[in-house]
Structures are given as C-alpha cells and as structure tokens.
C-alpha cells in the first residue's frame, strides 16, 4: 500500500479529482478502486481559516454537492496547522495539556485552547483505527508465529480495569489488532463499595475475536502458530473456537516474582525469549503514553479514548517508527512483512479523510468509533459526549 504523494489539502483544485461519492447513501459511495466515479465541477468557496479557494463539486448519481474539502483529514477545522503536529505529539506519549502548553509556547500569535486537544487526538485516534482496517487486505498471509498477550490499562477508576489483547508477529513485530475487554479489578474497597459491575468471560471474548481475525489472515488449510503465557483465558478461547484444529498453541508460564537482579532459570529466559515481542510492545505504551504508565493519574475517561490512543501507537509501531532504533536500518513493521515500500511520516498517515463506511471494521472496532461500549460503571453518556468526549 502506498501513501498519496500530495495530501488532499495541499492539492492543486485542477488537478484533484475524487475517487468517490461521500455520501453514505449514494451508490458511488462504495466504488472500488480503479473504477472512474463521475462528477461535475460546482464553482468555489473561500475558506475562513486562510481564505484559500476550495473546489466544489456535485455527484452525477445522487446530485448532492461537496467539496475537496470533505476528503482532507482537516475537514472543519479552523486551525487545520496542528493536526501534524498534535499526532507527533500524541505517538511521542505527551499528555494533552503538555501538548497545549508547548504550542502556545511555539506559537504565542496563535493560541490554542485547551479544548482544543481533545477534539484532535480524538480526530487522531479515529484516523489510525480506521487506516489500520485498511492496511489489513494488503497484509500478506500469516506464516509467522504470532504472540499475544492482553496489555491491561484502566479508565476512570482503578477498579475499572481495560484489557485490550495485543497481537504482535514473532518476526516482524507488527501489531495485527487491538481487541478490548472490561474486567473488574477486586479490591477490599470495591468488596464494600462496588462501584464497577463485573464483566464475565469479557477476557475470553476478546481473545475469540482476535483468533477470528487472525485465522481470516492464515492462508486455507494451514495452522497458526500461537505464543502466550498460562492466563486461562487464551486456553479457555482456543478450546471453544470451533476452528481449535488449526490452532497450534505454545504456553509459557509466567516466572514468580523474583527480586531485582536475581538470576533468571532456564524456564524463564525461554518464557522471556517467546514473549520478547509483546513484551516490547507493551513496554513501550507503558512509557511511551502517559495514561498508561504505572504510577499515574492520568487514566482516560472512557475505554474508547484509551483505546484510540493505542491505535495511535499501533499506527505510528507498525508504519513510522524502525523496528530498531540501535541499528542503522530504517525497515519498519510494515516494510517487514512488504506492505509498504518505505517508512511512513505523520503526513502520509493523514494526507486523505477515511470513511468509516467503505472500510470493514470489526464489531468491537465500530463500537469503539461509534463509542457505544458499554461501560461498566453504569454510566450511560449522552449522544455528545459519546462524539466528543475522551
């Protein structure tokens, strides 16, 4: 998969041309590529951020009017400038108030409110969720081993626990999906106080949906080699899936705690040798985001902005960032497994709007982008904050 050259923004009016309708409802909407959609040339409108010219244009099918506009990431955006900026912000773990220090502090001529962070990262966040549904019809078949192990966050409360399982490639160390689970975490407070209602077999759900998907991505007839640890909800997954028989499982079991610097057995160093991969990924979101790390309070308010954020860090793992930063070699995930040519920058990753509509998204994954997950808390937000809040 290649990026586009130009973004839609910095895209000369003459020379853009649009590969769809926008409108969810038109039958142009869902063209697949290399087919010629046909539209009309509609005049201009000047925009009030810089004043610039923006082409109109007007679908033959359902005569409904757009712009070149609606294509950009920046789409109603009065400040269209810090979108690249806030998502190299939000890969390197910076917090959103940080960030909005820091660009008041570039630019004192063009402040930036607070406010204004929360509706970017979630701009962010949607954007690289939905490219990595997009990357996966180019994912070459699986012929790797594949770790997975669940990297567990919270959200709001301690006691209100998010498990997302996270599958990594032996060889490349791509990270394939994010499937998320609730579970409450028992604490003496919560035994007298319950305030987070407990989610049953929520663990092994998520560890079904991920076999799903990676056993759509195993070439017919062939097995998927699978590494994790002994949490009894990857055997309880693999027991019940009714494709259990192409699932070649590989249990290592997690070492006791040891103190520090005590020396390793032969169990644990090959148990530390299996999951390396996982291992590395979930060590870098611990350090990397800041409302993940251990001794934090910086919990997001909901799963869906926690989750978004890990997109964020998929993305940013699997296309931008080397797979080692020690050597001289700019190969990256991607680059691993050939699905890209070259390593991505922040620009390629939001040079053009994707729709929600034309791209397959897993049922947890809409919900995430619709935020419609329950929460266990019991709350129930209203339709605004579900847009907006994080």
Not at 234 to 248: C, G, S, V
Request: aromatic share 6%.
């Amino acid at each position: 998969m290649r990026p586009r050259r130009i973004p839609v923004e910095h895209t000369a009016p003459s020379a853009f041309r649009p590969p769809f309708c926008p409108w969810p409802h038109c039958a142009d909407h869902r063209l697949a590529r290399g087919r010629r959609y046909r539209s009309v040339r509609n005049g201009f409108y000047p925009r009030k951020g810089d004043r610039r010219r923006v082409q109109r244009f007007r679908c033959k099918r359902c005569r409904r009017g757009f712009s070149q506009q609606t294509f950009s990431v920046t789409y109603c955006m009065k400040r269209p400038d810090l979108l690249p900026r806030v998502a190299n912000w939000l890969a390197s773990g910076a917090p959103l108030r940080r960030i909005a220090r820091s660009l008041n502090g570039l630019c004192p001529g063009a402040p930036c409110h607070p406010s204004t962070l929360p509706r970017l990262a979630r701009r962010v966040g949607s954007q690289c969720l939905l490219l990595q549904h997009e990357l996966r019809p180019d994912l070459p078949p699986i012929t790797e081993s594949i770790v997975v192990d669940h990297f567990v966050t919270f959200a709001g409360l301690q006691e209100n626990a998010l498990a997302v399982a996270t599958p990594v490639g032996a060889e490349s160390w791509f990270v394939y999906t994010l499937e998320p689970a609730w579970h409450r975490r028992a604490t003496a407070a919560s035994r007298r106080r319950r305030r987070v209602e407990p989610t049953p077999h929520d663990l092994r759900r998520s560890v079904t949906r991920t076999l799903d998907t990676l056993l759509a991505l195993v070439p017919p007839g062939a097995g998927l080699e699978l590494i994790s640890d002994d949490a009894p909800s990857h055997a309880r997954a693999i027991a019940r899936h009714p494709e259990r028989r192409r699932i070649r499982h590989t249990v290592h079991r997690n070492p006791p705690r040891r103190r520090r610097r005590a020396r390793r057995d032969g169990a644990t160093r090959r148990r530390d040798a299996a999951m390396f991969p996982v291992d590395l990924t979930h060590k870098l979101q611990r350090n990397w985001l800041a409302d993940h790390r251990r001794e934090t309070l910086a919990f997001p308010r909901r799963g869906e902005a926690a989750i978004e954020r890990l997109a964020v860090f998929a993305v940013y793992r699997n296309l931008i960032q080397r797979v080692s930063e020690r050597r001289n070699d700019p190969t990256t995930p991607a680059m691993r497994l050939g699905v890209t040519d070259r390593p991505w920058r922040w620009s390629d990753v939001l040079a053009e709007r994707r729709f929600p509509t034309r791209i397959p998204l897993d049922p947890s994954a809409a919900r995430v982008f619709q935020r419609t997950l329950r929460d266990p808390r019991g709350i129930d937000w209203p339709p605004h904050v579900r847009r907006r809040a994080l």
